[in-house]
């Protein structure tokens, strides 16, 4: 008898709503167990003191994050200064220059950093520094020692790298509760009145 007074749709859109939510939830620890084995992989990159050659495609650039390097910039751009840190921490400018390089490939190298956006004049030339993470799924070299009379940019560090996948998980499970705690009082209510 109780089972005809329970809707059968609705109760199923939100079983199965629930079941994604928990899915979901899952997923997320997945991928903190992902970011954190990265994470891992980028701190002992960051240690190792040889050099890598410039990455020249996304598979490259990802084992070289966080490696030094160095390169050839043949034929800088203009300057295109973005909003960045020094090396004390301080906001500022960092200076970027896209590099035509020898093989015809291109880098985007911050030369350093300064208070001051105005556009700086650089000649390019070889340029060592670190392999860091640059805008979307691109690298970018950031020089250390900073060229052109500029300040050192703060070096990249894997502790920068968002890691919040253990709330996310966290959120989609508390949903999946909240939703199956206000579908059971709302049940309770309609049998109540029933």
């Known amino acids: 008898m109780t089972a005809n007074r329970i809707p059968l749709i609705p109760t199923l859109l939100v079983l199965a709503a629930v079941a994604v939510m928990i899915r979901l939830g899952f997923w997320q620890l997945d991928r903190l167990e992902q970011k954190e084995a990265m994470l891992a992989r980028y701190t ?60 015809g490939g291109s880098a985007q190298v911050a030369i350093g950093w300064s208070r001051d956006p105005a556009a700086r004049q650089w000649p390019g030339g070889t340029v060592a520094g670190w392999v860091a993470p640059g805008a979307g799924n691109s690298v970018r070299l950031l020089a250390d020692p900073p060229q052109g009379g500029l300040e050192a940019n703060a070096s990249p560090d894997p502790a920068n790298v968002p890691n919040n996948h253990l709330s996310y998980a966290v959120q989609w499970f508390l949903f999946a509760a909240t939703a199956l705690v206000i579908y059971a009082l709302a049940l309770r209510k309609r049998l109540a009145v029933a």
Do not use: K
């Not at 910039?73 to 004390?88: F, V, Y």
């Open 44 to 103: 002992a990159a960051r240690a190792m003191t040889s050099e890598v050659p410039w990455p020249h495609d996304d598979a490259a650039a990802q084992g070289a994050l966080y490696r030094r390097t160095r390169l050839d910039c043949r034929s800088p751009g203009s300057d295109q200064p973005l909003a960045g840190h020094n090396s004390a921490g301080e906001t500022g400018w960092v200076h970027s220059f896209q590099c035509l390089l020898a093989d």
